[in-house]
């Protein structure tokens, strides 16, 4: 892109906006999807929460494929490529016969959105030189909007068109974003990379692993499967050797080894992200399954939740320019404690409004918590290391996601009341107990490496 043409620096921006706003904006509208989606199939609340951990592993794997393979041919190319996966798994998933075919549909969907996010930020790394830092920020706010509100965009649509509406409101976004890539995205020429960069057999341990993890984890309120367990753990010990061992691996482990306060904020991303989203797909289910209501009123009442993380964000900005990331991080997680304490506390007899209140709590916790991780993050590595760690950051976030409806899927199983919604706060709270301790003792950075 030209300096002479900064007309045009909106479009461009916007088109890779209203691609890469589809990964998050599908990961949230699931959350109020999930009660219809399970009615639909005659699925336990197990097989259901499958359909978020789908979309989570085919992401977590899909993301630095799609990057390499972005390098490989050519950024504008894969953008293409992704919309056309997403739309195409937008348009079969409506008219999905079984429950095998949907779940296929949504890691389709993730692997496709997954291609959208590393190839536009290559293409605007690439050709906007000028202002890059506001296009990078402007993105930044399509796919946090795009997360916050995705479960009051679903509860309007299921409530006006019911679950397969959550897919096809992407093909708006996918045609106008493709149509302004053909005419706005430059080519580029791209030199010829071996396949050998791909990390396949990384990639492969990795999924089989997590795939093992949950098996075993929704097995333990019934006949629990021990199978599940030793694949877990054979895969995952392959995994770490074969990491150690590779040129290019899937995940760095001999990096991560030698920097543990690195390790420190990936496992308590990790952490935090197992306790947010337990809340975020848990609260939309008993809203609708044990105070019936209809996903209209649930997803309005779920704004809170995403509406104080936003509002909250900016003033967290000021208190980690301010103080460094230790003091946001206290915040942040003493939020996420002090919530899910007031969650111990609800019962049937408490108003929708008191649900309300706790829910601004826990939104206003990850307004603090993801900005002030990110912040240890940069605080840890390196300059040249940014890239690779803020992958790592994302797949950390895609583990805590997946543990979450692990979480969900045992203790929703049998059946969903107030005791239950209470068994998840109590385990959280354990959490948040464990990681308040952490982050006391987390060292003190006034600036990150940036």
Sequence with gaps: MNDGKIQKRWLFVLTIGLGTLLNPLNSSMISVALTRIQSEFELSFADASWVISIFYIASAAGQPVMGKLS??????????????????????APFAPNYWTLLACRALQAIGSSTLFPSGMSLVRSHITEGQGRALATLSIFASTSAAFGPSVGGFLIGSWDWPSIFLINLPFIILSFVLAIVILPNKQVQSVGKKRIDFMGIVLFIVSIIGLILFLLSLDSSINWLGLVVFIITAIGFYYYETWVKEPFINVKSIQKNTNVLFVYLQFIIINLVYYC??????????????????????????????????????????????????????????????????????????????????????????????????????????????????????????????????????????????????????FAFCVFLLLFVLRYPKRKRARM
């Design 71 to 92: 390098d490989m041919f050519g950024a504008k190319r894969m953008f293409l490529i992704g919309l056309v996966l997403v739309a195409a798994s937008s348009i079969i």
């Design 279 to 428: 809340y975020f797909f848990g609260f939309p289910t008993y809203l609708q399954q044990v105070k019936m209501l209809s996903p209209e009123r649930t997803g309005l009442i779920m704004l809170t939740l995403a509406g104080f993380s936003v509002i909250i964000a900016p003033f967290a900005g000021r208190i980690l320019d301010k103080y460094g990331s230790k003091i946001a991080l206290i915040i942040g997680v003493s939020l996420l404690t002090f919530g899910t304490g007031l969650l111990l506390t609800f019962n049937e007899a408490s108003s929708l409004l008191w649900l309300m209140i706790i829910m601004a709590v826990l939104g206003m916790s990850a307004g603090f918590n993801n900005i002030a991780t990110q912040i240890a993050l940069y605080e840890n590595v390196d300059e040249e290391d940014t890239g690779s760690a803020s992958g790592l950051l994302l797949t950390s976030r895609y583990l805590g996601s997946i543990l979450s409806a692990s979480l969900l899927g045992l203790t929703f199983n049998r059946y969903l009341n107030i005791e239950t919604l209470n068994l998840v706060a109590i385990v959280c």
